[in-house]
C-alpha cells in the first residue's frame, strides 16, 4: 500500500503479512477493485472497511491510525461507574432489567415515570399520634 504522505492511509501493508490482493478479499468480503482503490490512494477507506482490513490482517484499529511506536495511550478516559455490590437491591434491578425485551423496558419505563410523578403530586402522608 502506498504510505507516503501524512494524507494517505496509514496502516501495514498486507503483503508484509504475505496476503495477496486476493487472499484480502476473501477475508474482507471487499472487492479487488476497492482494495486496490484503497492501496494505490485513490480511495479513503470508509471505518468499517478499515475494520474489515483491521480483522482480516489480525490486527487492532489503531496502527490504521497512529505512525508513532507501540500502543498510544488514549487522551481522554471514561470514567468507570462503580458496580453496585452484589446482592443489593440495584443489583438485581440491573441484572432483571436487562433481561427484559426492549419493548418491554420501555413500557417499565414509562410505568416508573408515571409512579414518581404520582408520587411527587401526593402530599406527605401524616404520622400517626
Known sequence: MRWTSATDFRGPHPRAKGFSQGDVEKRTGLLRCHISRVENGYTIPSLATLEKLARALDLELYPFFFA?????????????????????????????????SKPNRRLLLEMVRKMVTTERRRPAAKAKK
Do not use: D, M, Y
Request: charged residues 25%; without cysteine.
Open 68 to 100: 508513532g511506536q507501540g500502543k498510544p495511550e488514549a487522551p481522554w478516559a471514561a470514567p468507570k461507574t462503580p458496580k453496585p455490590p452484589r446482592g443489593s437491591e440495584k443489583a438485581e434491578v440491573l441484572t432483571v432489567f436487562a433481561k427484559i
